[in-house]
């Protein structure tokens, strides 16, 4: 299991260095060794958002190199040493990627200082999602994505804004629908005219005729006036029939007329209209499903189809999750006034394992309930609802050192590891208090020197030359 990313760690006092080393392994980081050199930064690989450890001491021959690199990657540089004061301030004035930790070193400041560092990783790689080009944003209906199939179909949307022709989208709950009829007015030379949407679902069925074709004045109980409906409003424009599949029977075919003549009567009427629309309709139930039960006339389904547009789901495009994330974060930090920081790369990975039923809109909630909660700092799994970490299995085990303080996790627990990462845990934390002497670490853990050793051979801990 390495998942965590790699660590190099440059630090010619071999205690120190094997103490650090398997400390991180056991944290499921990936470690290379490495020494100082003038191509030391030239070994690294490229764009690698990585942390190199190294001494104090050699903050001097490192920082130029680290700085110019610093500029174009995201490398972190932690710092350990007995260094002076002095020193320490020239490193943390130095970049906002230079961490310092002094010697003799404590463990959970190392782990912390990782954790903070790898979140501000993690906020640097939402910053570069976000402007790394790759995002593609259409117009005022700020619809985003950079995975394949969004940018097909940003694509297919700029070329079907051009034409008058009627378009079906379809589309699980949430996936953006609405967004995209609008973005197809947004870019059309409709523009400049209304855009006027209908839920065809929400409104009463004996309602919806008047709502899209208007009424004259008296033509049934309450109809005091002459009213326009929607299809009038949205002449030069683009009319919205949200919904579509929740359409009864007998509107059906008066939409069909509409669609094949472009003229309609509104209730009570006695003169038919001229109306010069572009529809684009949406639903999230599978009409061809409903044309074969015959629920949705065939002949309605085959003039609504002119171009059929089909949204998928967010659980097949993880690639615009952190994204998504970083946008709705934006918008809400700044509705609300809140400075949340960013997701931590733990939390990025839970939510891009979620199935997403509820889809974009699911995923814009829970960012704006989390920015709600949390004010500011970094978004932790611990900050989530429970049904996003329920897909979580063993291998995000809590450590060892907070399960004597918590109870048993709701997800349960791997027995086996979670008591391994705990003797790991106090072993390594032994001889750090230590200084890496085991003979003495062995005493503190009332171990004979010799079956201390044994464990660290065991468990394949390198620590030291016997
Ligand atoms: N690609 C996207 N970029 C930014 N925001 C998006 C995107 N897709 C959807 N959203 C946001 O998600 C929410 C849901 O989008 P929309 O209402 O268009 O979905 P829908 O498919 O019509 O949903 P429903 O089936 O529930 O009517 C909206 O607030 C919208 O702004
Ligand atoms: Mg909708």
Not at 77 to 86: A, K, M, T
Not at 149 to 166: C, D, G, N, R, Y
Not at 433 to 461: D, F, Q, V, W
Request: hydrophobic residues 40%.
């Amino acid at each position: 299991m390495h998942a965590n990313g790699t660590i190099f760690i440059a630090d010619n006092d071999l205690k120190t260095r094997d103490l650090v080393s398997a400390f991180l392994t056991y944290q499921g980081y990936n470690i290379t060794h490495t020494e100082i050199s003038a191509s030391f930064f030239d070994t690294l690989p490229k764009n690698s958002a990585d942390i190199i450890i190294a001494d104090l001491a050699y903050l001097h021959s490192i920082l130029p190199d680290f700085s110019e690199r610093a500029a174009s990657t995201n490398p972190l540089l932690v710092l350990i040493g007995y260094g002076s004061r002095n020193s320490k301030q020239a490193a943390n004035e130095t970049s906002e990627n230079v961490f310092t930790l002094p010697k003799p070193l404590n463990l959970d400041e190392l782990e912390s200082l990782v954790m903070r560092a790898r979140e501000y990783q993690s906020m640097k790689m939402l910053d570069n999602t976000a402007d790394d080009g790759g995002q593609y944003q259409i117009l005022t209906a700020s619809m985003i994505g950079k995975s394949r199939p969004m940018k097909e179909l940003f694509e297919m949307i700029t070329k079907v804004a051009e034409s008058t022709a009627t378009v079906l989208v379809q589309g699980e709950s949430g996936t953006g629908k609405e967004l995209a009829a609008r973005a197809i007015h947004q870019l059309s030379g409709r523009n400049s005219r209304n855009f006027v949407p209908v839920n065809c679902a929400a409104i009463p069925d004996d309602l919806l005729e008047s709502e899209l074709f208007g009424h004259v004045k008296g033509s049934f109980t309450g109809a005091y006036a002459n009213r326009a409906g929607r299809f009038e409003m949205a002449d030069k424009g683009t009319l919205f029939l949200d919904e579509i599949g929740d359409m009864k029977a007998n509107l059906q075919v008066k939409l069909l007329r509409v669609l094949q003549n472009r003229e309609f009567e509104p209730v009570g009427a006695s003169k038919s209209q001229k109306v010069d629309v572009r529809i684009i309709a949406a639903t999230n139930k599978n009409l061809e499903e409903l044309v074969i039960s015959k629920d949705f006339r065939e002949d309605l389904y085959y003039r609504l189809s002119v171009i059929p547009i089909t949204i998928p789901p967010l659980r097949d495009r993880g690639e615009d999750i952190p994204l998504l994330i970083n946008a709705f974060l934006t918008r809400f930090n700044s509705d609300k006034r809140h400075a949340v920081k960013g997701f931590s790369r733990e939390t990025l990975e839970v939510l891009c394992n979620y199935e997403w039923p509820g889809n974009v809109r699911e995923l814009e909630n829970l960012v704006e309930r989390l920015v709600i909660l949390k004010d500011s700092g970094f978004i932790t799994p611990d900050d989530l609802p429970e049904k996003y970490l329920s897909g979580r299995q063993s291998v995000l085990i809590p450590a060892a050192g907070t399960l004597l303080e918590n109870q048993l996790p709701e997800v349960g627990i791997c027995l086996n590891s979670a008591v391994e990462e705990f003797e790991n845990r106090l072993i390594l934390q032994a001889l750090a208090r230590t200084g890496g002497n085991k003979k003495e670490a062995a005493l503190l853990l009332n171990l004979k020197r010799t079956t201390l050793i044994e464990k660290l051979k065991k468990k394949n801990l390198a620590f030291g030359e016997e």
